[in-house]
T-cell receptor, first 109, second 116 residues
Framework: GQNIDQPTEMTATEGAIVQINCTYQ??????LFWYQQHAGEAPTFLSY??LDGLEEKGRFSSFLSRSKGYSYLLLKELQMKDSASYLC??????????WGAGTKLIIKP | GAGVSQSPSNKVTEKGKDVELRCDPI?????LYWYRQSLGQGLEFLIY????????KSGLPSDRFSAERTGGSVSTLTIQRTQQEDSAVYLC??????????????FGSGTQLSVL
C-alpha cells in the first residue's frame, strides 16, 4: 500500500530552527508537496520538490531524497504565527496525491 | 472568482437527512477535488473532477455519497441519509489542470458538517 509518515506533533521555541520529516512509500513518484494549515483554516501551498536537493524560499526550505523516500521541511527563525499543522503529500505515478496525517507544530515563546 | 468558495461554511443536520455542499473553484481551473478532514486527522480523498468528468471516485466512502460538476465549474457533493460518522470538514480544492505533476492546489475554507 501507499504510505506517508510524519511525526504527529513537534514543539519548538520562537526564534529557533525546526525540521519536520516526511518519509513515503508510494507507487511511483511525481513530486512531493508541503502545505501549511492553521487551525480551522484551509491548507495553503508551501513548496514542491520533484528533483533531489534543497529548495529554499525565505525562512522555509524543503529537501528531497528520492532514493531514500524522504523529505524534510526546515523552518528557520521561528515565529509564533508558524504554529500550524504541516502536511506532506506525494503525487504517485497516477498523478494522485497521497497525504500524510500532518505534523502539528507548537511554537513556545 | 478570486479564490475557491465553499458554501455553506457550517451545516448542522439531523441524522437521516440529505445535505448538499457546494464548491465554486477558481475560474479557469479544470481540476477540482473533494476531501474530508476529521478533527486532528489528515486529508481523506473523496473524488476528483477533470472538467465535468470524474476519473477517480474511489474515495467515496459509500453509495450515500455522490458528486457532480457542471459547466466545468461549480461542483456539488451530496450526502444522502447522513450518519453521525459523516461529521467532518469537507474541503474543496482546485488546480489549473491535473496529470502534470506540479499541481498547486488552492483550497476553499471548507464546510463544517455536524450530524446530530
Amino acid at each position: 500500500g501507499q504510505n506517508i509518515d510524519q511525526p504527529t506533533e513537534m514543539t519548538a521555541t520562537e526564534g529557533a530552527i525546526v525540521q519536520i520529516n516526511c518519509t513515503y512509500q508510494t507507487s511511483g513518484f511525481n513530486g512531493l508537496f508541503w502545505y501549511q494549515q492553521h487551525a480551522g483554516e484551509a491548507p495553503t501551498f508551501l513548496s514542491y520538490n520533484v528533483l533531489d536537493g534543497l529548495e529554499e524560499k525565505g525562512r522555509f526550505s524543503s529537501f528531497l531524497s528520492r532514493s531514500k523516500g524522504y523529505s524534510y521541511l526546515l523552518l528557520k527563525e521561528l515565529q509564533m504565527k508558524d504554529s500550524a499543522s504541516y502536511l506532506c503529500a506525494v503525487m504517485d505515478s497516477n498523478y494522485q496525491l497521497i497525504w500524510g496525517a500532518g505534523t502539528k507544530l507548537i511554537i513556545k515563546p | 472568482g478570486a479564490g475557491v468558495s465553499q458554501s455553506p461554511s457550517n451545516k448542522v443536520t439531523e441524522k437521516g437527512k440529505d445535505v448538499e455542499l457546494r464548491c465554486d473553484p477558481i475560474s479557469g481551473h479544470t481540476a477540482l477535488y473533494w476531501y474530508r478532514q476529521s478533527l486532528g486527522q489528515g486529508l481523506e480523498f473523496l473524488i476528483y473532477f477533470q472538467g465535468n468528468s470524474a476519473p477517480d471516485k474511489s474515495g467515496l466512502p459509500s453509495d450515500r455519497f455522490s458528486a457532480e460538476r457542471t459547466g466545468g465549474s461549480v461542483s456539488t457533493l451530496t450526502i444522502q441519509r447522513t450518519q453521525q460518522e459523516d461529521s467532518a470538514v469537507y474541503l474543496c480544492a482546485s488546480s489549473l489542470e491535473s496529470g502534470t505533476g506540479y499541481e498547486k492546489l488552492f483550497f476553499g475554507s471548507g464546510t463544517q458538517l455536524s450530524v446530530l
